[in-house]
């Protein structure tokens, strides 16, 4: 299943619906960071609240978007990772490490917002 | 009495020690005269029982009164059961028992000991009433001895499942009050931890704070750690991946009085120092975070 890009504003949001294939990952890695550029997008939000299982690929595959992003001028923000989830990734050593991270859509919003009003 | 019949006899005697029942009285009817001479007697055997548990100093923890009340109806559902052979009621029974009584202080071997007394008791009256009639008795404890050890099984197993069910619920209890997540502003946490934390409330530790965070929506949690004199280094490999989960969910986490053992424990297994977020006090830590929430503590004098 493919994972839907939407725009809202200057930020684009991927939501996650289900477990997702290793192809479905990669097919999203590369619709986010071609349409970061396109819509002159400054931030993207990948939210992953439907996951009840992160397995090594997905996490690394989401570390890559966040550092591709970067590298495309924008700030990536993982929203939405479950307790239980976050303690089995951290238990097999898949930290997202300098990858920011927050409790939801809402908060991942907040933190994206205030860090434009800091650059601009 | 020639020879021969004597030696047959004891022949018959022999095998019904080993357990042979004659065919012409069924174990159940032998039952039914044990359970008649049991009502007939229970006046005087149950004295003679309350007597024995006053002796072999059971119970002591019961008034007299109490220990009559209860060898009663104890004496009642044996009986019952013995008809019956139906141990729902008498199970039922001693968890009810157990339930009055473990919290007066009695012991597994009180209880199992009267239970054996009183059986002990009944087969005495046995023997004395059928003293005369040696293969008629060798039947009636047949008959008797099966009973009265299921009997005894039940109502010892009944009383430890009840015990352990209380432990459980206390335990249950402990845990919950031992790991309190408190919320001290809007956004933020704090998590104080006392006295030594194993493997399993560690993780429970991580559980309700994981779920805190997502509950109370908080952006930062200081969990203080002076109550904890020292941890291993499961432990503390544990606490470095609860700061490390709490980050996945958004939150950054304080964590304060350190003591010097556990700073030893933490550089031993090599922290990365760059994740965790330390202050030596309470008091620091709430302040950092205030600071990180944007909170600033005037005092009124200064607001004028």
Redesign the interface.
Known sequence: MEVPILKQGEVLIATFQAALSDADLEHLRRGLVQQVVKFRSRGVIVDVTAMDVMDSFASRTLREIAHMIRLRGAETV??G?Q??V??A???LGL??EDVA???DLE??LA?LIEKFKNID | MSKRENASRDLEARSNVGGEMVRSEAPSELLRELVAHLRQNRTLLREEWVMRIAETRLLTAMTKEEIFAEATSVYDSYVEALETEAFEALQAYARNLSERIIPRGVETHEVVGIVLLLRDVLARSLFAKYQTDFKKLNRILDAYEPAANRIANTVAVGFVQERERVIRQQQEAIRELSTPVLQVRERLLILPIIGVIDPQRARQLTEQLLRGIRTNRAKVVVIDITGVAAMDVTVANHLVQTVEASRLLGATVIVTGLSPEIAQTLVTIGVDLGKMNTVGDLQGGIEQAERLLGYKVVTLAETR
Do not use: R, S
Request: proline share 6%; hydrophobic share 55%.
């Open positions: 993982i929203v990772i307790p239980e976050a303690f990734m951290v238990q930290t997202l991270t927050a409790l908060e991942g933190y």
